[in-house]
């Protein structure tokens, strides 16, 4: 069951709202047989009766009720590389730590292929930004990770375990392969990206949506405590500055403006304190900070979140409805598109709108035989014979929407780590950022050429063809923000 919400401002009371709701039910509603196995922060997961689930499903305060589902991971395992050959493989790789540009040689090739823009070169060189992702949580919802694999050089950690009796490891290998695209020091596209494991699916690769949800519910927890700690430390450093420079309005330096307090009662004991200035980070050219309230709502100053589903089952409104509500709230998603050949608006969480759905391509800029396709589909990227890290320390080459995804959660990294986008305007980056390149001669999927949303928005000159992601655009700003420091 799933709760209506009021909207980003009940955030911090909405919990004791859906309590009320629950106990509601469970004294006035449910029978001996109806019971609640998980609580989420807007609605509950549960065993109920048909004639209680209608009940329920008619209450005005529900936004729905909706039967559980099976979801699978969308690879298909090609062929296991020994750990001493990649090693071998990614050994001349060498990075100049005082560039702004770093360049990893004998790369992967779906790494190398986002960075070369609209043509490949199929030279193995992967350039990145030397930010790398560095700052930004990604969330892997999957079978787990192998945090201690040589990829991630103590980036991984352990979130939470939502399989019952089952360790708290990676025992598919679908998980560590993911995690490898996103993050891995060899494998991966943004090299200091943290990442975090959530594991919602068993070790055959198999779950619930009801699991998937925990795993989005949780990752909102974390979230907003992380908006709380970070909302501790700028209040902190808000009366700090304001304390330490209570100087004359008129002594004005570089980024440094007047600020008058907030009258709140919290601050009365500094409300004296009129005329001072503080350093500010600088949003807009003509925007300046007039009071805490506007200091705390800088995106600069938010928690950087990226949530990866290389997962999906059968189109799930209760998903649609929980990503819709985790954006809001400022995160970001990529999810695979699915590996039926088929709509992608059919499955979830391919059919959020909220999410940027990924389909899967070949070195020759073609769509995999395999990928689903259609209008839910925003982007495709690297998805065939992707070689990546594996449980047990190992690597394997696997193909799959559930490897193009964790391109797209890398890149998204990339973007988070040299500047701070709302869901939206990643989204839409992105999207402006990509090149028209993807083609396939099968009828069906031209067809929704026709219908593509976002034809309008991504590379104009290739609008014959589909979106590939890509971080070309994205190297060219970073260098030209250092030409620009140079020329200071």
Not at 215 to 220: E, F, H, L, M, T
Not at 333 to 362: M, Q
Not at 440 to 462: C, G, M, R, V
Request: aromatic share 10%; net charge negative.
């Amino acid at each position: 069951m799933i709760g209506s919400d009021t909207g980003k401002d009940a955030y911090k009371e909405e919990e004791n709202v859906y309590t009320s709701i629950y106990e509601n039910m469970k004294n006035n509603v449910f029978t001996k047989q109806d019971k609640v196995v998980n609580k989420m922060r807007n609605g509950y997961i549960g065993i109920l009766c048909d004639k209680t689930a209608r009940i329920i499903e008619n209450d005005p305060l529900v936004e729905l009720v909706e039967r559980d589902r099976e979801v699978v991971i969308n690879s298909i395992v090609d062929s296991k590389v020994p750990y001493f050959k990649v090693k071998d493989l990614f050994f001349e790789s060498k990075n100049d730590e005082d560039e702004i540009i770093l360049t990893q040689m004998n790369a992967p090739w779906g790494i190398t292929r986002i960075s070369d823009g609209e043509k490949y070169s199929f030279k193995s060189l992967y350039k990145y930004p030397s930010s790398a992702g560095e700052g930004v949580d990604v969330y892997i919802i999957d079978t787990g990770i192998e945090i201690d694999h040589p990829e991630f050089k103590g980036r991984a950690k352990w979130g939470i375990n939502l399989i019952e009796k089952s360790p708290d490891t990676d025992e598919n290998g679908h998980g560590t392969h993911c995690a490898g695209v996103i993050a891995g020091k060899n494998v991966g596209i943004s090299k200091k990206a943290n990442l975090i494991a959530v594991k919602a699916l068993n070790k055959a690769g198999i779950g619930m949506i009801s699991r998937l949800l925990l795993g989005i519910d949780y990752v909102i927890r974390e979230h907003s405590k992380k908006i709380d700690e970070m909302s501790e430390i700028t209040r902190k450093k808000f009366l700090n500055s304001v304390k330490i420079r209570n100087r004359n309005p008129k002594m004005f330096k570089k980024y440094r403006v007047p600020v008058e307090i907030d009258e709140s009662e919290e601050y009365q004991f500094i409300k004296e304190i009129n005329e001072a200035d503080f350093q500010v980070i600088e949003k807009d050219k003509d925007k300046f900070l007039t009071s805490l309230e506007e200091y705390m709502n800088i995106e600069e100053i938010k928690p950087k979140t990226v949530v990866s589903m290389s997962v999906g089952g059968l189109r799930s409104k209760a998903m649609e409805f929980t990503i819709d509500y985790a954006t809001m709230l400022g995160i970001h998603f990529s999810v695979a598109a699915g590996n039926d050949h088929e709509d992608a608006c059919l499955y979830s969480p391919g059919s959020s709108k909220n999410a940027l759905t990924v389909g899967a391509s070949t070195q020759y800029d073609k769509i995999a035989f395999f990928s689903n396709w259609g209008s839910c589909v925003d982007l495709f990227a690297p998805g065939f014979e992707i070689l990546s890290s594996w449980i047990n320390k190992d690597y394997r080459v696997v193909s799959g929407t559930s490897m193009a995804a964790p391109h797209v959660t890398g890149v998204m990294a990339l973007y988070l780590g040299e500047n701070s986008y709302s869901p939206k305007q990643l989204y839409n980056r992105l999207i402006r950022d990509s090149y028209g390149v993807i083609e396939d001669e099968d009828a069906e999927i031209t067809s929704f050429q026709e219908i593509w949303p976002i034809s309008l928005l991504f590379d104009k000159e290739n609008t014959n063809n589909f979106p590939l992601v890509s971080t070309k655009k994205l190297l060219g700003r970073v260098n030209k923000k250092k030409l620009q420091k140079v020329q200071k």
